[in-house]
């Protein structure tokens, strides 16, 4: 018997490219490294709000950066980002709450596609710019990842219940504790100690803490089934 896997979490949001960048590097490394990847659906605006922090959007000089950085680590990371075009629409004022909600009741009901579901959403509204509100949208992602469309239309009417809320405002609570201040967090489980790594360009230093080979975020072995 080989050695345990460590517990990695990843919080993260659909709202969030970075997140995006995070969860697709995770998912490809999670069978290559001696871990056990645990998602964690939260709700960045909440996160915000708890640590005083605010979208980086929000700075005009970072709003510009934004577009030119996603754009190269889009190429870099082989994901397929690109810019909504009404993103202060899209992005701060429409929010996250009932995907966010959603994707809680796919881990607490169907975990096993809570790699697909989420990807799906990513890819509507960061790839192909749609909606990702309303429920015939939220619908058409999780059909779309394989859920039958009694599955998620059951789930959608869960998103409302006191139990899916409660956890997605436990699980953004607990990413809080952890000291998030945005979105995404890793956060790696060793024997003793935890460590809190924020944003998509700390993987590097996460496969060094594990103890593990970086291979770039498109590992060899995954690059050539792409």
Partial sequence: MGPVPRTLELFYD???????????????YKNIWNISLQLQPTLIGGNLRESGNQPPAMLPHKAVYLRSDLRLLSQHHQ??????KDFFSVILKKGSLTAMRFLTAVKMEHPELLEKVPRELWMRVWSRDEDIT?????????EKAGMSMEQ????????STPQVKNQLKE?????CKYGAFGLPVT???????????????RLELLAHLLGEKWMGPVPPAVNAKL
Avoid: K, N
């Fill in 14 to 28: 659909v709202l969030s490219p970075y997140s995006w960048l995070a969860f697709e590097v995770l998912c490809r």
């Fill in 79 to 84: 994901v397929p980002i690109h810019f909504p």
């Fill in 134 to 142: 309303e429920p015939p949208s939220i619908l058409a992602a999780a």
């Fill in 152 to 159: 998620a239309q059951e789930l959608l009417e869960w998103v």
């Fill in 171 to 175: 699980t953004t609570e607990a990413a």
């Fill in 187 to 201: 956060v790696a489980h060793l024997q003793d100690e935890t460590h809190m790594l924020f944003g998509s360009d």
